[in-house]
């Protein structure tokens, strides 16, 4: 089969698209033939982290399609069932943080950025039949990733206020169609106009340029909670705009890891700081029930082939995305 590999060199020159050895099946584990595969920042995050002379990898987390082969002593599955692999290994229940030996598909081990992926019976779940295979595709690491940060972690309600600095990546577009499916007001922010623009037809009900001056661009607004993911360049202004008491939810950092907060504010505000990673397959679950129930569907933003890999790679290492990009496998 063919397969987008990382091997040899660091960052995106290791990427390749090959021909790999077929995987093997094992007791317990299906065979899905991928339809359509989702990516994700940490792919491009991956290439970089590897180290020279590791062996070949195969990328990616997200991916959905058809159930090829069950292996012996499954019983929950059949050959032609349309499915979604689970992006994550070993966190089963809803708990306060992921379990010792929690992994992310597509390292350690080989992902789904091939034509078949062999996987444990249990890390599969039904596809929406709401969503067509591009949808489904890149749907689960960024859709979960957003619902435990705004659900389970934010606990947002209908008429809370929440704001999303950096609007226009895949989870941060899910938590903004989430958070309007419940009834909250979303307030964005982006250093493009038209990400704005585009954010403010998805439902957004208030947009303001990232370099603006928050508190006085919201001084008639009330932040009950912020849902942050830039780090350094943003993170002070999201304490500084979130009301006493408020919440601040952080998930990543596309700009620089660190950053300083002056404590004793922090403290006499009563902030909740809250950290947030990707999610159970409990979570897992329940998201794909409450896409399919309100009828929320993926932003996509493109499609690429497999073998047009580096330009996928570079456009989302670039950040020129709004929403999610994918490959079509067949």
């Known amino acids: 089969m063919k397969a987008i590999v990382h091997e040899q060199q660091l960052g995106l020159e290791g990427l390749d698209y090959r021909d790999v050895t077929d995987p093997e099946m094992r007791e317990g584990t299906v065979k899905v033939r991928l339809k359509a595969v989702g990516m994700n920042r940490r792919d491009v995050a991956v290439t970089s982290r590897r180290q020279e002379g590791d062996p070949p990898l195969v990328l990616g987390s997200d991916g959905a399609g058809v159930i090829d ?76 990733t957003a619902y435990r940060a705004l659900f389970t972690r934010g606990q947002v309600k209908e008429g809370d206020t929440i704001m999303l600095p950096g609007i226009g990546s895949g989870v941060l577009t899910f938590v903004l169609k989430f958070a309007k499916a419940v009834g909250a007001r979303v307030i964005v922010t982006s250093r493009h106009e038209e ?24 001084k008639d607004e009330t932040v009950d909670l912020v849902i942050e993911s830039v780090g350094r360049a943003t993170f002070n202004k999201s304490l500084g705009i979130v009301r006493r008491g408020g919440t601040v939810v952080t998930f990543g950092a596309t700009t620089e890891d660190e950053v300083e907060i002056d404590i ?27 896409v399919e129930k309100h009828g929320i569907k993926p932003e996509l933003d493109r499609m690429f082939k497999m073998d047009d890999y580096l330009e996928a790679f570079e456009y989302l290492r670039d950040s020129k995305n709004f929403g999610k990009i994918g490959f079509h496998v067949e």
Request: a negative charge.
């Open 69 to 144: 082969e069950v292996g012996a002593g499954v019983d929950k599955w059949q050959v032609g069932d349309e499915v979604v692999i689970n992006p994550g290994v070993g966190w089963e229940k809803n708990s306060d943080a992921p379990p010792e030996g929690f992994q992310i598909v597509g390292l350690p081990d080989d992902g789904t950025f091939a034509e078949y992926m062999v996987v444990d019976a249990n890390h599969v779940e039904k596809k929406p039949s709401t969503l067509s295979w591009e949808e489904a595709g890149v749907l689960p690491l960024a859709g979960l």
């Open 195 to 218: 990400k704005i623009e585009a954010a403010k037809k998805l439902g957004a009900d208030v947009g303001l340029l990232t370099e603006s001056d928050w508190n006085e661009q919201l």
């Open 264 to 290: 004793r504010k922090f403290f006499y505000g009563q902030y909740n700081l809250l950290g947030s990673t990707m999610g159970s397959a409990e979570e897992l679950k329940e998201m794909l029930q409450f």
